[in-house]
């Protein structure tokens, strides 16, 4: 899917063509009262096409009623087109993906022998074997190995991406390519849910629902419809006692005008295009409830590693404490590594290499592996002579030794401090009772991070950065990073806390990270972005799953999800403003005959009653085609404060709204006095 395609192309239009006629049946009409109301004015007209005296006798001439009827039948057909125009995209998307979709061989381990099979035969917990050149069967995470995988079917990048067991880069998706090397992958969904099944029915539209704001907008809308049809209805009783007889087709042409046609035809599809343009930037959005909430975020808490920082920390130096040579603390850390299967633990055993240190890979045969997790912030071996070997959070391993009757040594602090002032990460490594030192793990902040928070600011957006470094490390990078607060030593309910206290106040919040750690935290967040690079925990819990991996496209989310609002506010406001004019143009030419004096309400000085009915009417048909680029496209974003923006938006579509039509009708008019 590349985001920058063409956001109209010669079949989607075609097609949509098509769609628009296909839709005119009434059962789907029915779901969209507003334009529901013009069609079956368009039926009624019809009818008097064909039999004027249908409905009683008539003195209006057969053309008028032709010319109503096909006027209330293009306006039903653009709006129909709107909506099949923003639908077509995404099932254009989708075709695309659904050929990405294959059914392919795969090798299957049971009891560490291979068995041949179709992809379609595998199931959740199965493990597959996927080597150079393969096509990987299914969704599923790697659990032995590192491999590079070409992605470019969903994300459309050509660059391949390393996948490895053990980290937050272990999730891999099913139809993309192994380009080297071999991995070993654990199956995590059935045939049919799949991560690409799910792309797929969501781009097209498949299981889109309604946002509450479309739903209480439409409510109104709709409720506005039956006023002006209760007023049109009773129309004709306060026509007789002025002696005025309204025809069906003058009082039709009336009701079509007052009602929010406008905003009804293009509901829908600002609905649609708003999704789809979260889509144009490789951003799957589960919902339209998450685009909407995404406009208006007041908090985004952000992983720091893999998000701020580029995430790959790799041991850069040792850094040993008094009593201990260097050499030492370089062995009892390649030890500690030995079947640690972390970016970090393996850039450890690289730097032993480089140092000519290597640790004796049999100590860790039969040993008790000690896995890291949030909670205790270590890793490690028991080996099986009874020795514990602990690497992890210095704080963490300082209570460790603490609790076994061990001394920490008066340097440990500053040495931690001094790559904790760097922007690094410090590791602590310890043997039982004894401390030996602190490994030098270096990340970097990712160019143009400052710039970006910058831009959050701006929009009024507090960025807070969770981290589980020690306080100084995260000082460091959240100062060079630019955001606003930041939490260290954090721990996966601290993340859930801090979203809850911001919700807690009445601010939206939205979360993005990778791992299985985040998971809890992107679950509770108002707005949920996971790196479809991250793990499959993230990606279940997220409402948003951004394909390219890159943390810093909330900015494009964000600002989509805003322009989503401000264009539905932006059209709403010129539905409404565009009806005053039309009041002006319709209202006087029904009761002038009758009512002298309200010939001074004809301020547009229209040519005939039958004129001025159809130059309304043909300008509240034309209108819809013409907002369709903007519905589909969006009202431009900027960074400004609510004030502003509110009063940009009445100035531009509220008075645009009222002078356009004037303009317009008046126009129609002439033209139609030169055809007559």
């Known amino acids: 899917m590349n985001g920058r395609q063409s956001m109209i192309s010669g079949p989607i239009v075609r097609n949509a063509l098509k769609d628009s006629f296909v839709k005119l049946d009434p059962r789907l009409m029915i779901k969209n009262p507003i334009m529901f109301v013009v069609e079956i ?31 209330l039948f293009v306006t039903i057909l653009f709006a129909n087109f709107a909506e099949a125009l923003a639908e077509g995209r995404g099932k254009a998307q989708a075709d695309s993906l659904k050929k990405t979709k294959k059914d392919v061989a795969a ?39 590192l491999a590079s995988v070409d992605e470019s079917a969903i994300t459309g990048e050509s660059a391949p991406v390393l996948k490895e067991a053990g980290g937050d880069f272990s999730s891999v998706t099913g139809g993309t390519r192994v380009v080297s090397d ?45 006023i002006f049809l209760i007023v049109v209805v009773t129309l004709p009783y306060f026509g007789a006692y002025l002696g005025v007889k309204l ?50 975020i007041n908090t985004i808490i952000l992983d720091k590693t893999g998000t701020i920082t580029y995430g790959n920390r790799m041991a850069s130096d040792f850094l040993e404490v008094e009593g201990v040579t260097k050499n030492e603390l370089a062995l009892w850390a390649a030890i500690s590594s030995l079947r640690d299967e972390t970016p970090e633990g393996r850039s450890v055993l690289e730097l032993n290499k480089k140092l000519g240190i290597e640790a004796d890979g049999s100590l860790a045969v039969g040993a008790g592996i000690i896995e890291f997790t949030a909670e205790t912030r270590m890793s490690g071996l028991d080996l099986k002579d009874g020795r514990k070997v602990r690497k992890g959070a210095v704080d963490a391993v300082r209570k460790w030794v603490e ?9 440990l602090k500053s040495n931690a401090d001094a790559v904790a002032s760097q922007g690094g990460t410090p590791l602590a490594v310890a043997v039982d009772q004894k401390l030996y030192g602190i490994i030098y793990l270096k990340d970097t902040v990712k160019p143009g ?52 206290r911001e919700q807690a106040e009445g601010k939206l919040v939205a979360m993005t990270g990778d791992g299985t750690n985040d998971a809890p935290a992107l679950a509770q967040a108002d707005v949920g972005i996971a790196m479809n690079s991250g793990t499959v925990a993230a990606k279940e819990a ?60 004809n301020v547009m000085n229209l040519a005939s009653p039958e004129s001025a009915i159809l130059s309304a009417l043909i300008f509240n048909a034309v209108i819809i085609p013409l907002l369709i680029p903007l519905a589909m496209k969006g009202v431009a974003y900027k960074p400004m404060s609510s004030s502003r923006l509110l009063s940009r938006n009445v100035l531009v579509y509220g008075l645009g709204g009222v002078i356009l039509p004037f303009i317009g009708i008046k126009l129609i008019d002439m033209i139609l006095q030169l055809w007559v």
């Open 41 to 71: 004015g368009f039926l009624i007209t019809l009818v008097l096409v064909f039999v004027p005296n249908a409905f009683g006798p008539s003195q209006v001439e057969r053309w008028f009623n032709v010319v109503v009827a096909l006027i």
């Open 107 to 145: 090798k299957k381990l049971v009891n560490n022998k291979v068995q041949h099979l179709s992809s379609v035969e595998l199931r959740k917990g199965d493990i597959v074997m996927v080597d150079q050149g393969e096509l990987i069967p299914g969704d599923g995470e790697v659990i032995e190995g």
């Open 182 to 226: 071999s991995i070993k992958v654990r199956i995590t969904s059935d045939p049919g849910e799949s991560f690409l099944d799910r792309m797929i029915s969501l781009v097209e539209g498949a299981k889109r629902q309604k946002t509450p704001n479309e739903i209480a907008l439409n409510t109104v809308l709709t409720s506005l419809t039956l």
């Open 247 to 296: 025809e069906i087709p003058v009082l039709i042409a009336l009701l079509v005008c007052l009602i929010p046609t406008t905003i009804g035809g293009l509901l829908s599809a600002i609905g649609i295009a708003g999704m789809d343009r979260v889509t144009q930037f490789n951003v799957l959005a589960m919902s339209g409830k998450a685009v909407e909430a995404a406009g208006d």
């Open 403 to 411: 609790e076994q009757g061990g001394f920490i040594p008066a340097n």
């Open 449 to 500: 991070m400052r710039e970006r928070f910058e831009q959050m600011r701006q929009m009024g957006i507090k960025t807070v950065m969770c981290t589980g470094d020690n306080p100084l490390t995260a000082a460091t990078i959240a100062k060079e990073a630019g955001v606003d607060d930041f939490i260290a030593e954090s721990k996966p309910e601290d993340k859930i806390a801090v979203i809850r």
């Open 542 to 601: 997220a409402n948003m799953v951004d394909l390219d991996s890159d943390p810093s496209k909330i900015i494009e989310v964000v600002s989509i999800g805003k322009q989503l609002l401000m264009t539905r506010g932006a059209l709403t406001t010129f539905s409404i403003a565009n009806d005053i004019a039309k009041y002006f143009a319709i209202i006087p030419a029904m009761f002038m005959l009758a009512i002298p004096q309200m010939q001074a309400l």
